[in-house]
Every structure is written in C-alpha cells, then in structure tokens.
C-alpha cells in the first residue's frame, strides 16, 4: 500500500518570501501521479497542482512550482512571493496508475499548516 | 458552475439515528467518491464509485453504505451513527479521462452526540 507522508505539521513564512513543503511518499509503483491540495479555512479542496511520475520535467503554475525527485520519492511544493491568500492547510497526495476500469484513489498524506504573516 | 455540490452542510446527529449526505455534480464525470477528514488525519477514502450502478469499498468503510442509482447524484449512508463517525465528509468526482485531478465538494461537518 501507497503512503505519503508529509513532515512539516505547521510552517509560516513572511509575505513576499519563499516557502518550501515537502512531501515523501512510498510505492513500489512505476508510473503514478502526485498532487498538492490547498485548503483554505474555507474548507474548500482546491486543486494547486499536478506532476505525472514518467516525466522528469518539474510542474510550475504560476508562482507554484514542484521538485520531483523521483529516486528519492520526494515531491515537495515551492510558493514564491508569498500572498495572505497562500494561508491554508495543504495536502501531498498520490495516485497510482490503474488499468481501464480501475479506480483512481487519492491518497493523503496529513498535511502542511501554513501561515503567511503580514 | 455549480461543480460537486454537498448536502446537508452541517449536521448534528444523536448515538443510532440514521441519516445520508447527498452529493451532486453536474460535470458528467464518470467517477464519484466520499472522503472523510479527521484532526491531523488528512483525507481518508470510504467509499468510491467509478460508474453508475456501481460502487467499491475503500480504505475505512465500516458503518457506512452508498448508492450511485444516477451518474450525477453519490449518496453517503449511516445506519446507525456512532461518535467515531463524527468528521468532515468530503465528496469528489473525477472525469474517466486517465488520472485526472479530482474535483472536491465544500464538505458536510457532521457530529455525532
């Protein structure tokens, strides 16, 4: 079985700043698809960005960027310049690659409480 | 857009009432599936569907059931509802294309007395 595992239970950082999540996981799968999820205290699951296992190119969206380290089974999420908007729970999660007709399970990991203060 | 569509928000329930938390979406997506959130517990999957008619048991399953009679409606039940089931319920859905991002509903909070 999948796990993720994130190690950071709370982070903060000054706005305009950069912060760094990490996010590990283990698998013995090949191909797979990772996530980070952003909660804000609206509860709302937001989707922040999507990186696929088979390729080596990092995933950027806007100021959010990921470093995939597939060796490692590391995938951490970089935000640039931070904004008050950035405060929010989030979430690493993982998906195997399944065959036609086969479910597409997320899994979580626990979670990065981040605080960007003024 | 309406997108995946939760209800009730919030729920007070007592010890062996029954109640079920219905979800919508409107984007046609093949599959559906109800998380629930725990404290320091992340999302933890309970039950999926990837297709109408059809539903499967996923990671903590006890003491709920579902139905999926119409593609676009997931409904979540509890028979007889205990305090461990008080938590955040989640519904997603996703398009059949491979692997894509799942789309999340506001969440039910729902506390069980």
């Known amino acids: 079985a999948q796990t993720v595992t994130q190690s950071q239970p709370e982070m903060s950082v000054q706005e305009a700043e950069t912060v760094t999540l990490s996010c590990t996981y283990d698998t013995s799968e090949s191909n797979y698809y990772l996530f980070w999820y952003k909660q804000p205290p609206s509860r709302q699951m937001i989707l922040v960005i999507r990186?696929?296992?088979?390729?080596?190119q990092n995933a950027t969206e806007n100021r959010f960027s990921v470093n995939f380290q597939k060796a490692a089974k590391s995938f951490s999420l970089k935000i640039s310049d931070s904004q008050l908007g950035d405060t929010a729970m989030y979430f690493c999660?993982?998906?195997?690659?399944?065959?036609?007709?086969?479910?597409?399970?997320?899994?979580f990991g626990k979670g990065t409480k981040l605080t960007v203060n003024p | 857009n309406a997108g995946v569509t939760q209800t009730p928000k919030f729920r007070v329930l007592k010890t062996g009432q029954s109640m079920t938390l219905l979800c919508a979406q409107d984007m046609n997506h093949e599959y559906m599936y109800w998380y629930r959130q725990d404290p320091g517990m992340g999302l933890r999957l309970i039950h999926y569907s990837v297709g109408e008619g059809t539903t499967a048991k996923g990671e903590v399953p006890d003491g709920y059931n579902v139905s999926r009679l119409k593609k676009q409606n997931f409904l979540l039940g509890l028979e007889s509802a205990a305090p461990s089931q008080t938590s955040v319920y989640f519904c997603?859905?996703?398009?059949?294309?491979?692997?894509?991002?799942?789309?999340f509903g506001d969440g039910t909070r729902l506390s069980i007395l």
């Open positions: 990186q696929e296992a088979y390729k080596q």
């Open positions: 999660a993982f998906m195997k690659h399944v065959v036609w007709g086969g479910s597409e399970k997320l899994v």
């Open positions: 997603a859905s996703s398009p059949h294309q491979r692997h894509q991002p799942q789309h």
